[in-house]
Every structure is written in C-alpha cells, then in structure tokens.
C-alpha cells in the first residue's frame, strides 16, 4: 500500500512496476499508459544552468517523484539545488536552494524556507517571493521549525508554515530561539575539529518565543500580519514567564478559510483551540484541562456544516467528539473502553475509524472498527474482522486494505465501496518463498499480569529446536517509552534480530509496560512523574512469570532496548537485581539533561518534582548497578546528548563499578551500520553463556 499514489479522480493510481512509474486503473489494476517519460523530464530542463547533465538521465529514471496537487509539475532536487520539470516536456525552471518546499493546493506556487525566511515561488517560471525578512540571524526562524520543535511538536518534520485551502494565505511560525540554551555537539573526523550549537532548552530553561503569523501571498507587496500572542505577551515569553506552546496549526475550511491554532501551557495540562478571524480578538473554540498533560487531538475534521469532529479523552479513552461551527461540544459520537485512533473516512452523516481495544482481543493501532454516524452518540460494536490498514480513494469509491499477520507480510486486497461494483480483488500477497528454505523459531503472542492486574502485552521467540525440558537463557527488549507499544499485529519484517538471538539458543522475550500500551490515557497515565518506575516494576512482573516456566534460566536474564529503552535498560540494571546484563543505547540517564518539551510533559518541573527527577535517575543509583552492562552511544547525538552516557560512566566511575563502553563518533540518534547490531549480538552471546 506505501508504494501506491491515488490520482485525484479516485478510478486509478500510480505504481512503480519494473522501474517505471504507471498509472494503473483501479478497478482491473491494468496499466493505463506510463505516467512519467523521463526524456520529457529531461526536455522541460534542457538549458537551464548548473546542471550535471550526465548525472541527470539516472537521477530522472529512479521513479520517485514529488508532485504539484494537479500532477502536471515535478520538484526535483539536483547538486543541492531545487528544479521544476513538467511531464509534457514545456521549460522548466531553477529554483536554488530550498528548505522543506511545499505545492500550494491549486499547484499554481511552491512555498519555501530559505536562510531561516518564507518564500513563494511561481511554478510556471520559478519567479521568487520572499515573505519574511528577519529570520537567519538572531536566533530568528519563520516557516521553518527549531529543533525541540521539529523534534517533539511536529514529529521530526521541519515545516512550521501551512498553505490556506484557497492557496491566497500562508500561516507560519515565527521562531524565536536567543534566550534558549545553547548544547554544542564537537565533530572529530577531520584534522581540525569543529561545533555544532543547538538551541536545545532542557527542563526548566526558557523555551523558544513562537509566535504564530499569516500572510497573503496574492498581494504585490506582502506583508506578515502576526496573530498571536498579543504584544504585551511576547517580552514575557522571553523572560521565560507563563510560556506557551503552539502544538498545531491549520485551516478552518469556508469561503474565506480562517487559521487555527493549539495552544498548550510549557507543562502541557491545558489545551486551548483559538480560531482566528478578522476580529480584532480569536475566539475560543475549544479549552480542555486536566491533572496531568493533554496529547495533541490530532487535525479537525471539518463537516459541510462548519462543524468539526476532533479526538479528545474521554473517561480514561480518547473519543471522537462532535463540535458545533461556534466551537460548542454536542456529544462523543463514539464511548467505550478503547482508544480511537483515526478517523479515516466522512461522508456525509457517517465515519468509519480505527480503534486500539482494551479487552484483550487485539493490541493493534489499525483495528478497523467500522461504520458509525456523527449525529448519533453512543458505544459501537467492535468489529470481528482481522486487523487491517485501510486507505480510502480520494472519491471514496474504493479502500484499499492491508490485512496483518504475524504469520507473514501483509496481504492487500481492493474493495469497492459501492455494493453495485462487486469490486474486490488481490493486490499483492507478498510471498516469501526464499524464507521458506530456513528454519526458523517459534513466535507466539502471549499476555503477563502484572502485580496490579494489568494483562501486559508480550511476545516470545523460541530457539528452532526448543524443548521444555532444557534451560535457555532470556534476553527482553523493550522500548517502554509513553504509549508507543513495540508489539503490533503485523510481521514486522520476519523479527530478524530476535530470529538471530534464538538460533543462538536464546528465548527472547519482548514487552510493553503499561504506560506504553497504547491502551489509552487510563494506562499511560501511570508513569506520570516516576517515568522508570512503574515500567521496572512490569518488566520485574514479567521475569517472575517466565521465573514459572520449567525452561526458563532465570539467573541468565538479559534486556536491551535504545532511546527511551536504553533509559529503562540503565533504570533496571541500577534499581534491581533480577538482570544479569543488559545494553543501554543513547540512553537518558537523568531526565533533567533531555528537552524540556518531552520531559515536563511526563515529569513536570524539577523544581516542582525534585523527588521524582531524583528517584528516576541512573545517575544517582551508578553505585547500585548489578549486572554487566554495555552503554553505546553516538557522540552527535543531538537528541539525547552523549552527555547523558558521559555523566553516567564518571558516576560508575566514581562508584568503582565495571562497566563496558562503546561510542560511534559520527552518528546521531539512530546508529547506522552493521557494527551495532554485531556488537549486541557479540555482549549477547557471551553474556548468556551461549556458544555461537
């Protein structure tokens, strides 16, 4: 399903088959006619300067292409500068160097950030606009996110400005980042070392100044019209009082759209939607509070009627709530004990959505949960169907669904909306018929009870010649971070890593905590200021429910896990005694050196939860560690600093604990290569006492 692109007439689609690009009818799955001729590609830029263009013909053929909303233009990206190529072979255009480039809807303008400014761009003829003009200095960035918000608002996306419907407006973030802390990263791979500064705001440090503007771009002169926070408000932000985040921005749809905007306290207990029209002051549509934070609802979705439907907790769950146009609830449309996750079709009167269930009959965040109507609340059926990923057509006429299995790849099937079509037909099956030469372990899904009666998701890996009557060591990964759940129907790419694990003779073992179920704010809510703790006290659960099994080597009992799970790693090996080992990758080590956005969203202030920041930290318990432990970290990890790892081993140190150690110089977060996994694998090996 990722590799198809509906076209707007919702009867056919784009495929890549054998290295081309085909426009493929919906209903037949015949190939049309071949959507892209990259010798037009290679016309429609013939003459334009600094092209390579012997480099050009291959970077054409590679078939992935970034369209303008009508399909006609093509943006490509050439020796670090921006093009537009047309299908019919017509001239294109240079563009220069862009940031996060964006079509309007009307396919007419490309927005753009270049040098930390908002710009437009005509797509017929590349004429440049530029719409702001104090950004790149100072610390100042319009369109274009800082990091903490790139990292933690917008989902490691960078764009901050957003096109009207009617492609007349841009909204856009103004960033203000000159009383944020700065964190140097040094790069040593040449001669002369260099340092990379990043506005990295840590809990309790001033958070970067948003502001949130909007401009015309049909005016000959453009200018930015800031929206909010009022004047008054801005100098206070910078002195780091009563501040705020923008957590999303959009377009209320109509004849003359309006922006809109969240608005979250820095703690993020309170949530305020703010539309903002030409009065002089934005009304209120929405304001929700609660006692600990409120995760982002999510877009609206606008109704003909003005009204909007949004995602918001209800009752421990998150629901899908009816708004009239004047932003005042009406009812839940849906109630239960599940979370909605998405809501993925309106027609009319009636929706259909996902929902991850509670009662135990699926932990899937893409259950197809069927067919409700938003004029009548009430608890809905669940459906009986397997779990499935569904994507609709841009008319609504056909959804495409991937049905999952932990058994193998996902199958996808066409089907027609309209009962009258009789459409449905195989798409893909996905057979892996070279895996069928291999012998593999047995995978099978199983549920833990905690000591405070949750029924913990978990996932078992069995050795290829298992017996119960032999004794295996176990090795547990985990992530464990707020509601991010690693075990999801699906294959999963066939778990490799763990199938490599129990040919060594190993069980592996993988499991959620509570608070990272994804089974709503009902079980999330429990790592709120003590993140660490709850999870340890699950993962303690899980060792003495394998402590049971008649195979089960308890004294060998190993966890790993990167990020939040390397955090929880280090948390275990210094706050209990039931690991022998374990491998900590990028871990925090104290909450109060990561971002301030993240953390407080859990933690709160240090200053109002010292006792929970101490509790919580691997800093100081280093004199307790138990086990051996290997800490890996990237040393420009510019997400959780190497910092982290470094206070750490000094504490260890200190302490006359030992330790092992294993640092990449040029990664970041996410350690690319073989040389990490191998060097898992190798600790693995010899630390559960197993021969290779």
């Not at 449905?424 to 047995?442: A, H, I």
């Not at 374990?582 to 109002?608: F, K, Q």
């Not at 920041?613 to 990890?637: N, R």
């Amino acid at each position: 399903m990722d590799d198809i692109t509906w076209l707007p007439d919702g009867e056919h689609w784009l495929q890549v088959k054998e290295g081309k690009l085909w426009k493929i009818e919906a209903r037949t799955g015949r190939a049309v006619s071949q959507f892209v001729d990259p010798k037009k590609l290679m016309l429609s830029l013939t003459n334009l300067p600094e092209i390579d263009y012997k480099k050009l013909p291959k970077e054409l053929a590679v078939p992935r292409y970034t369209f303008d909303p009508t399909f006609k233009a093509i943006l490509i990206h050439h020796d670090k500068s921006h093009y537009i190529a047309f299908r019919d072979g017509k001239n294109g255009c240079k563009l220069g160097e862009c940031e996060i480039p964006t079509f309007s809807p009307d396919g007419e303008l490309l927005a753009f950030v270049r040098g930390g400014n908002l710009w437009v761009a005509e797509v017929a003829n590349g004429n440049p606009m530029q719409l702001t003009y104090d950004g790149g200095k100072n610390d100042i960035l319009n369109g274009k996110a800082d990091w903490i918000y790139e990292e933690e608002i917008f989902h490691r996306k960078g764009q901050a400005y957003w096109w009207s419907p009617d492609s007349k407006q841009i909204a856009f973030l103004r960033f203000d980042d000159s009383e944020v802390p700065k964190f140097a990263l040094t790069h040593n791979g040449e001669l002369h070392s260099t340092v990379e500064n990043i506005s990295y705001p840590k809990p309790g440090d001033k958070n970067p100044t948003v502001q949130l503007g909007v401009v015309d771009v049909t005016e000959i002169q453009p200018k930015v019209k800031l929206l909010w926070p009022p004047e008054g408000a801005i100098a206070r932000q910078k002195a780091g009082i009563d501040q705020v985040i923008i957590s999303r921005v959009g377009w209320v749809p109509g004849k003359e759209p309006v922006p809109f905007a969240y608005i979250q306290d820095r703690k993020q207990s309170f949530l305020t939607m703010l539309k903002f029209t030409k009065a002089v002051r934005p009304e209120y549509y929405l304001h929700k509070t609660s006692q600990m934070w409120i995760d982002d609802p999510g877009e609206p979705h606008w109704l003909k009627d003005g009204s909007f439907l949004i995602l918001l907790e209800h009752e421990g769950h998150k629901q899908i709530c009816l708004f009239d146009k004047n932003g005042k609830f009406q009812h839940h449309v849906t109630a239960g004990d599940y979370d909605v996750k998405a809501i993925t079709k309106i027609g009319g009167d009636v929706l259909a959505y996902f929902v991850c269930r509670t009662d135990g009959s699926t932990i899937d965040r893409h259950r197809f949960a069927g067919i409700s109507r938003v004029n009548t609340p009430g608890k809905i059926p669940y459906s009986n169907e397997q779990s499935t990923k569904v994507t609709y057509s841009p008319n609504g006429e056909y959804a495409l669904r991937q049905y999952l299995s932990d058994k193998g790849p996902s199958a996808t099937w066409l089907h027609g909306e309209d009962p009258l079509r009789h459409v449905s037909r195989l798409l893909d099956s996905n057979p892996t018929y070279e895996r069928e030469k291999y012998r593999f372990g047995k995978y099978e899904r199983t549920k833990i009870t905690t000591r405070d009666g949750f029924e913990m998701e978990a996932a078992i890996t069995y050795p290829p010649d298992f017996h119960e009557l032999n004794k295996y060591p176990i090795w547990m990964l985990t992530y464990g971070g707020p509601n991010a759940p690693t075990i999801k129907d699906g294959w999963a790419g066939g778990r490799v890593f763990e199938q490599i694990l129990a040919a060594q003779g190993i069980v592996v073992v993988r499991v959620d905590p509570q608070s990272a179920s994804g089974k709503g704010m009902v079980n999330t809510k429990v790592c709120y200021k003590q993140l660490g703790v709850k999870e340890l006290q699950d993962l303690e659960d899980a060792v003495d429910w394998l402590a049971k099994k008649p195979w089960a080597d308890t004294k060998r009992v190993g966890l790993s896990g990167h990020s939040f799970g390397g955090f929880l790693t280090a948390f275990a090996l210094t706050h209990s005694k039931k690991f022998s080992a374990g491998i900590a990758g990028a871990p925090v080590t104290d909450w109060r050196l990561y971002d301030s956005i993240y953390t407080e969203r859990y933690m709160g202030l240090p200053s109002e939860n010292k006792e929970g920041y101490d509790k919580t930290s691997v800093i100081k318990a280093a004199k307790d560690l138990h086990g051996e432990l290997l800490i890996v970290h990237g040393l420009v990890d510019d997400n959780v600093h190497a910092q982290n790892s470094l206070q750490l081993i000094a504490a260890m140190q200190k302490a006359g604990k030992d330790f092992e150690v294993m640092v990449y110089p040029d990664d970041r977060h996410g350690i690319a290569g073989l040389h990490y996994p191998q060097t898992m694998l190798k600790f693995i090996v010899r630390t559960m006492g197993v021969k290779r």
